[in-house]
């Protein structure tokens, strides 16, 4: 910056020579002719337009310094935010990708499942058809096989008495249809228990307390003696009378609380007596066993072989199986006449002074007195009951 020409001072003496300026002063531009005129810098720094100027440009160099460390600190933070945008970029472009994967993965899925629920779908469809199809035809199947049931029961009835059988199936049938809970079965039902209720008022019979009579008497058949066996049964020993006169009277007075008559003594001869009479009567008894004289109303029964006894055994054995098997199956004529051809037989080959044969024949009458003849109700009402609902449209 050139510098500025100095002014002469107005303060110098008067008589003072003024000094000739140097050659280049008078070269210098206009200014110095403001110099010439007398105004110096200070004036001129003094003045409110020239204060207003520098302030301005202050202010502007302020502005302008402020300006550009704003714009740095925000070419900066642009620069940090960019690069964190590229690497946010970055990472939302790998989550991209994973979100793409995974929603192929899940449309993949998605359509496997809209594949099963297509099916699964089908398949309820298919079974709810089924459903209403035995639904529909379940009510029929029950009654078939209910009817079914009763016809078999009716028949066991009918044939062999089965009482329990009829009513286990009347039983059966009823709580079947009371799991249906339809008022249309109630007809069936109130049918159903009224037959219940006649199976129930029938007489027992006692068949198995029969059955087992029977077979006690068949197992004793082979133990009871015949008519024709070697060692038939020998009657009992007669007892002295004295004896038995003597018993009576001891009792009669024990229980009358008198004492009893004193026995007197016996002298030689009763003793002498007694032993020839237990002697004799031993003797007696051996004679008897030498020869026996029976009275048989069936002499041909003292004639059968060991063979031909077997067969009678065997005979009387069949008679009363086929009676047992007659009381199960309630036909009272067959279990009758087995029954009195079996007594028939006992009378005419068996020693029936003998215990046992008189214990067996007690039996066999104690079964003849058992009452077969009762009359078995139909389950008609049942069955009826069931065909009319089923013939219903």
Do not use: C
């Not at 070419?75 to 991209?96: C, F, H, I, P, Y």
């Not at 359509?111 to 058809?129: G, K, P």
């Not at 009510?139 to 209910?146: M, R, T």
């Not at 008022?201 to 198995?208: E, H, N």
């Amino acid at each position: 910056m050139n510098e500025l020409p100095t002014l002469p001072e107005h303060n110098a003496a008067p008589g003072a020579v003024p000094q000739p300026a140097p050659a280049d002063q008078y070269s210098a531009p206009p200014a110095r002719a403001r110099a010439s005129s007398g105004e110096s810098m200070s004036d001129i720094l003094q003045r409110p337009m020239t204060v207003v100027v520098i302030l301005l440009a202050l202010l502007l160099a302020a502005h302008a310094w402020s300006t550009r460390s704003n714009l740095l600190k925000l070419r900066m933070e642009m620069a940090n935010r960019l690069q964190k945008g590229d690497v946010v970029n970055t990472e939302t472009s790998v989550l991209a990708r994973t979100v793409q994967d995974q929603t192929k993965d899940l449309q993949a899925k998605v359509s496997l499942l809209e594949n099963r629920q297509v099916e699964a779908q089908s398949q309820q469809l298919a079974l709810e058809q089924l459903y209403q199809d035995l639904s529909k035809n379940r009510d029929e199947w029950a009654l078939a096989e209910i009817e079914q049931v009763l016809s078999t029961a009716s028949q066991q009835l009918q044939l062999a008495g089965n009482v329990q059988g009829a009513l286990i199936a009347l039983q059966n049938a009823d709580r079947s249809l009371s799991r249906s809970d339809k008022p249309q079965f109630i007809t069936i039902r109130r049918a159903i228990a009224g037959d219940i209720d006649k199976l129930k008022a029938l007489p027992a019979l006692d068949l198995t307390g029969v059955a087992l009579r029977l077979d006690n008497v068949i197992t004793q058949v082979n133990t009871l003696p015949m008519l024709a066996d070697e060692k038939p049964a020998l009657p009992a020993k007669p007892v002295r009378a004295d004896k038995v006169a003597a018993a009576p009277l001891a009792v009669k007075a024990g229980l009358a609380g008198v004492a009893a008559p004193v026995v007197v003594k016996e002298s030689m001869l009763d003793k002498v007596q007694d032993v020839w009479q237990s002697w004799t009567g031993e003797m007696w008894d051996e004679m008897r066993q030498l020869i026996r004289v029976r009275r048989v109303d069936t002499p041909a029964a003292l004639m059968l072989s060991p063979s031909e006894t077997y067969f009678v055994r065997e005979n009387v054995k069949l008679r009363l199986l086929n009676a047992r098997m007659a009381l199960l199956a309630r036909n009272e004529v067959a279990f009758r006449n087995d029954l009195v051809a079996a007594q028939d037989a006992l009378a005419k080959y068996f020693d029936t002074r003998a215990g046992t044969t008189q214990t067996a024949q007690a039996l066999l009458r104690q079964v003849q007195a058992s009452n077969l003849a009762i009359e078995m109700p139909s389950l008609s009402d049942s069955l009826n009951a069931v065909r009319n609902y089923k013939a219903k449209p």
